[in-house]
């Protein structure tokens, strides 16, 4: 790259492989079918595959440094020395000790896990202390650069900027530290500078929250500090998914090169951009290419946009408003969707295409951008669940008194105290994806699928009888997805054939396309969960995906306000409610993991949405009667800020991720008042480590001094569909025997 920025560029892209490669040699090389050589090499293959598409679509300015095996919080933690001791004194090579961090080991658990501001990537918590001894380690972004260099590409490297990633991180003062890591990073730019680095990209995405002032000085002190080093690359400061407040006239005040503001989730920035006043020769890199949604760009609005900054900056470049990695990789291989939906979409592949069109047409005029799209077709209207929904009443969002019906459906429940349950989902296992994919492909017709999931059930449900279970699941062997299973069902819901996304680590979802209005064509679960009710005399749950984790986990039409449609999806979901109850089904769980995760950045928003979010899980569970038992269940989020929310939900029982956090919700809940059936998870699902008896009984002994036994359940963080059969019996039996041993406590 030459000192200056280029016309376009895009903030990331997705690093998975347009066919997952890098998931299944990530997973090849945990089951130790592979080494790491064979590892780096499908890892440098995936890398070189992207550089080369943006250098072939002609972006001008291209990352680095994106890349990933696991997380780029993590990469950044492992760049600045941030690695706990408790994994440095295991004594593994530097890849083992990274993915110990990433997935625990029988020795420590791993690192928390939590979402990505507003999206469904989860990224992993960075441990700082007052001993936490920084260092700088630049050897990763070196690398990328190199073999970028080595193509004939001039790179941009990437890292999470030092106050984000001081925010994100765990501890009590998150800027007590600050002076040290700044002085690790300019370390860091030292050694890019002196291999020949033009720009590096820092990203600062938590100041598209509220933040207050020491915060927003603590942006000025890093920033200020890092620009005025005297060898060292141009700085691009990137801020993204929403607007920035009091940080613009922050980093204005340092010496940085370059600013990049989200125009598309913080139209605000624009006005906030015009007052503040000369830019003194920076490069305003303009968001402009939504990052986080498929829906293709309004380019003439787009460009409107773009020519405001282009009369308030002395430089321009357009941008994508995030990072690429939250949408799928390439539109072109999807073949089977409706032509007139496809036409309306942009996946990453699409939307680089979007930002150089956009460059251009800042630079020479807007003569040849394409001709706006019609409106939406007709036949995606439903006036019947419009009308329905109009005739809706405060009482079709409320039930009977909570203490009256826990009495109620404890009297038919018979449950001991400390119920032990699951969350929903048993292990996905080869013979049941290879049985979904022969289906797809006619080589399976429905009448032996349907006996090869019975099959399954059965076992399931033997199972749990076995390891002495209270409350059972039908094991969910069914379903591809939590959300696009329901999506395939439901009017209104495009599936992809290769739209992945990664959520975590190697686990990549496939969101489903919400495009209409949705409605439900017939029962989806009941006869699943009635299949399951009959081989047991035990309790056995119907599982449903929760109105705001469906629209979270989906690319959302984008014309109508997103309450309206949480309250189609919503009276979906009550139909199937009323359908499981009146079948026999007396525990009926509406599974909300995304509550938290949907929540706006800023305060001043942040009303609105819970009112409608609440309204809509009640619209969907309130149509049952009293005795029957409605659970929920949320993970990997920050349950303090929405824990008044969780109350609302009024919800029977709530089930939610606490092992990695030390049960710490539970402070939370109890200060909140909370009075209902809680399951605080005693067994972190998303690392390979069985957990010991003493270890869950020692979790649920904590739980205990803070939630009275009648009301606590005993259950995993959440589903079990990426484990293994052997890990699952032997955690399972451990849970059990836990929760028996603190009850006869």
């Not at 960075?126 to 920084?134: A, K, L, M, Q, S």
């Not at 999806?569 to 509550?595: K, M, N, T, Y």
């Not at 399951?679 to 010991?692: E, F, L, N, T």
Request: glycine share 8%; charged share 25%.
């Amino acid at each position: 790259m030459s000192t200056t920025f280029g016309l376009s560029t895009v903030l990331g892209y997705p690093r998975i492989g347009g066919n997952r490669e890098l998931k299944r040699a990530v997973e090849a090389y945990w089951a130790g079918t592979i080494d790491e050589d064979t590892l780096e090499r499908t890892a440098a293959t995936l890398r070189a595959d992207v550089w080369q598409t943006l250098r072939n679509a002609r972006l001008a300015a291209i990352p680095s440094n994106t890349f990933s095996y696991y997380d780029h919080v993590l990469d950044t933690a492992v760049a600045v020395g941030a690695t706990p001791t408790r994994f440095t004194a295991l004594g593994l090579s530097k890849l083992d000790t990274y993915f110990a961090m990433a997935r625990g080991v029988d020795a420590e658990p791993a690192l928390e896990l939590t979402k990505w501001f507003g999206t469904n990537y989860h990224y992993l918590v960075p441990e700082i202390g007052p001993d936490t001894v920084f260092a700088a380690d630049p050897a990763k972004a070196l690398r990328e650069h190199a073999e970028a260099r080595a193509l004939g590409l001039e790179t941009r490297p990437v890292l999470v900027g030092p106050a984000t990633f001081l925010l994100l991180a765990k501890g009590d003062d998150p800027f007590a530290r600050l002076d040290d890591l700044v002085g690790v990073y300019a370390e860091i730019l030292a050694a890019l500078a002196d291999a020949g680095v033009s720009w590096v990209q820092l990203d600062e995405p938590a100041y598209a929250t509220d933040r207050g002032p020491d915060e927003i000085d603590a942006l000025r002190r890093a920033y200020a500090r890092l620009g005025a080093l005297r060898a060292r690359p141009k700085l691009f400061v990137a801020t993204y998914f929403g607007e920035i407040g009091d940080a613009l006239p922050a980093l204005l005040d340092t010496p940085v090169e370059a600013i990049g503001l989200d125009l598309v989730a913080g139209p605000g920035n624009l006005d906030r951009l015009a007052a503040a006043g000369p830019l003194g020769g920076r490069t305003i890199v303009a968001g402009l290419v939504d990052g986080h949604n498929v829906w293709r760009t309004d380019l003439r609005a787009a460009v409107a946009a773009g020519a405001v900054v282009a009369g308030l900056a002395d430089h321009v470049a357009v941008s994508t408003s995030c990072s690429l990695l939250h949408v799928p990789v390439d539109l072109s291989v999807e073949t089977r969707l409706d032509p007139g939906l496809h036409e309306r979409l942009a996946f990453a592949r699409q939307k680089v295409d979007e930002v150089v069109l956009l460059g251009r047409a800042l630079r020479d005029g807007t003569a040849h951008l394409p001709a706006p799209l019609p409106p939406p077709p007709a036949a995606w209207r439903h006036d019947e669940v419009r009308a329905r929904l109009a005739a809706l009443t405060a009482a079709d969002r409320r039930r009977g008194d909570s203490t009256a019906r826990a009495a109620r459906q404890q009297e038919l429940l018979g449950l001991p105290d400390l119920p032990t349950t699951t969350i929903g989902s048993f292990p996905q296992t080869a013979e049941l994806r290879g049985a979904r994919a022969a289906l797809a492909a006619g080589t399976l017709d429905d009448e032996g699928y349907t006996a090869l999931m019975r099959a399954e059930v059965r076992r399931v449900v033997r199972l749990q009888e076995d390891l002495g279970l209270d409350v059972l699941v039908h094991g969910e062997p069914e379903r591809n997805d939590m959300v696009q299973y329901f999506a395939e069902q439901l009017s209104g819901f495009a599936a992809t054939e290769h739209g992945w996304v990664q959520s975590y680590g190697s686990r990549c979802v496939r969101p489903p396309i919400l495009h209409g209005d949705v409605a439900r064509r017939a029962p989806m679960t009941v006869g699943w969960a009635t299949f399951a009710q009959s081989l047991t005399t035990r309790p056995v749950k119907g599982m449903l995906t929760g109105p705001v984790t469906v629209l979270a986990w989906s690319f959302v039409r984008t014309d109508q306000p997103l309450a309206a449609t949480a309250d189609q999806v919503a009276l979906a979901l009550r139909d199937e409610c009323r359908d499981l109850e009146a079948a026999g089904i007396r525990v009926i769980q509406v599974d909300e993991p995304a509550l938290r995760e949907t929540l706006p950045l800023r305060r001043a928003a942040q009303g609105a949405y819970l009112d409608w979010a609440v309204g809509a899980f009640r619209l969907a569970t309130s149509g049952v009667a009293d005795d029957t038992q409605i659970h929920t269940h949320l993970c990997y989020s920050e349950f303090g800020d929405v824990i008044t929310a969780i109350d609302a939900l009024d919800a029977d029982v709530t089930s939610i991720e606490a092992s990695r956090s030390k049960m710490e919700v539970l402070g939370d809940l109890a200060a909140a008042g909370y009075r209902r059936g809680v399951g605080p998870g005693v067994w972190d699902i998303h690392s390979p480590r069985v957990p010991s008896r003493e270890e869950m009984a020692e979790a649920l002994r904590h739980a205990v001094a803070a939630v009275p036994a009648r009301r606590l359940w005993v259950n995993p963080d959440c589903g079990l569909k990426t484990r293994g059969y052997a890990e699952v019996e032997a955690s399972l039996r451990h849970l059990v025997a836990a929760a028996a041993e603190v009850r006869a406590g």
